[in-house]
């Protein structure tokens, strides 16, 4: 009987944000499958399949729905790879069960618990030029409206939504059913100064240089509070590098991978 010497690979957990679920890593599973054992996750009440879930939405509940689906994935620590909402619920899940997982790359986090009164009153301001017309268009039941006023956002540009490819639109209006949720949640998760600073496994905050003031606000705080993070610039991209330009963001997380 012959056995294999080959290392197993390390195992790569990535986890969507906003308006996404697991679909959307699949141009990425492509490209790191080779290196790496690629596992994504829908969150609750993300995707197709998800639609009417029961339970919370917010931060906490999808940390532990995180560390409950990581420790089934074997007895290693995992690499965590997460965007914009799931880089707040990543960070969260870390802070809460660190033994699971082996480094960290977040893509953009913007949850603003840790952000001092300055950095909030500039918050503030980009968040409501940002979601002023999200929360109309939600409340006045215009989902697919609202859908394309929070690309748009996103995308820090004016028809952003109408020129993305008509798959990944199908995508975000299939999750526009998140959106109350989203944008009502109560769960106040533990990532402040103090939870932020005692995380200790290797970390990549990451943000685009044309990305709008709210996401590098919040990016810039928390690789601050984070003694072990490194904070880096991608530049010439904004909030959607991760769907943009899957190639260059896995280049990314290749070289954060290299490191650890």
Same mark, same amino acid.
């Given at each position: 009987?012959?056995? /294999? ?17 697991? !679909? ?19 969150? !609750? ?7 009417? /879930? ?29 965007? /914009? ?83 990944? !639109? ?23 100064k103090e939870h932020l600073s005692k995380i200790q496994i290797s970390t990549t905050i990451g943000y685009g240089s044309e990305t !709008? ?10 690789? /601050? ?36």
């Amino acid at each position: 009987m012959k056995h /294999s010497l080959e290392k197993p690979k390390e195992t790569v957990l990535f986890l969507h944000g906003a308006l996404a679920d697991e !679909r959307m890593w699949e141009p990425h599973y492509h490209i790191l499958s080779n290196e790496y054992r690629v596992v994504s996750l829908t969150q !609750r009440h993300f995707g197709v399949n998800n639609k009417g /879930s029961s339970g919370n939405f917010g931060i906490e509940t999808h940390a532990n729905d995180l560390i409950s689906f990581s420790a089934t994935l074997g007895e290693d620590p995992i690499h965590l790879i997460a965007w /914009s909402y799931g880089a707040d619920v990543a960070l969260n899940a870390t802070i809460k069960a660190p033994k699971l997982f082996n480094s960290l790359f977040i893509y953009e986090p913007g949850y603003p618990g840790h952000l001092n009164t300055k950095e909030m009153e500039e918050f503030m301001k980009d968040a409501e030029a940002m979601f002023g017309k999200v929360f109309e268009a939600v409340t006045s039941g215009e989902f697919e409206e609202a859908v394309a006023f929070l690309i748009d956002g996103s995308g820090n540009s004016a028809g952003y939504f109408s020129s993305q490819a008509p798959a990944l !639109r199908a995508q975000q209006l299939e999750n526009a059913h998140t959106l109350p949720l989203q944008l009502s949640q109560t769960e106040k998760p533990c990532l402040d100064k103090e939870h932020l600073s005692k995380i200790q496994i290797s970390t990549t905050i990451g943000y685009g240089s044309e990305t !709008r003031k709210l996401f590098q606000i919040v990016s810039k705080s928390a690789a /601050s509070h984070t003694p072990s993070s490194k904070l880096m610039q991608a530049a010439s991209e904004n909030h959607m590098l991760p769907i943009e330009n899957p190639e260059k963001f896995c280049l990314l997380i290749k070289e954060h991978l290299s490191k650890n």
